[in-house]
């Protein structure tokens, strides 16, 4: 099975079973990981409510259902892992509708290639407009990013 196909299968396992025990997927990747091959798969309380985090039972819960369906799919095949975990404080925006989510909270982007001099751009997120993501730095200067030129972008952990 390709990584496509196995993420694919993953994510449309998961479809009923997160929202039906109170979680959302919030990505999955397959990638290579000291010469192994890994599906991480992030979840989250569904919705986010304040003050609840996934912890080590939830993320066991999801993964022995997961392992056993995908077992059953696969029937054998390539070995890899299977990682489930939460996205953390610190967690990678990877899709339009994560900037959207957490629109008023801090964040760190790095950029492809500079932009007013500056590669790593900290501020406030605003949201999405128009493909691009709308921050405010600390100098009450707003920027306005387009996507394709954020190489990364994480929520700031703010004690």
Known sequence: MTGKKRKETARALLEEFLPAHGYELYN???????????????????GIPEGEYIGTADCELVSRY???????EEGGGEKYYLIVSSPGLDRE???PEHYERFKGKQADLKLYQPLDGDKEIHGVLGGIEDGAVIVERSDKETLKIPLEKIAKANLAVVF
């Open 28 to 46: 999955i990747k397959y990638v290579k990981d000291a010469g192994d091959w890994c599906l991480q798969v992030y979840i989250d309380k569904a």
């Open 66 to 72: 997961l392992s056993d369906r995908m077992d059953e």
């Open 93 to 95: 925006l990877f899709l």
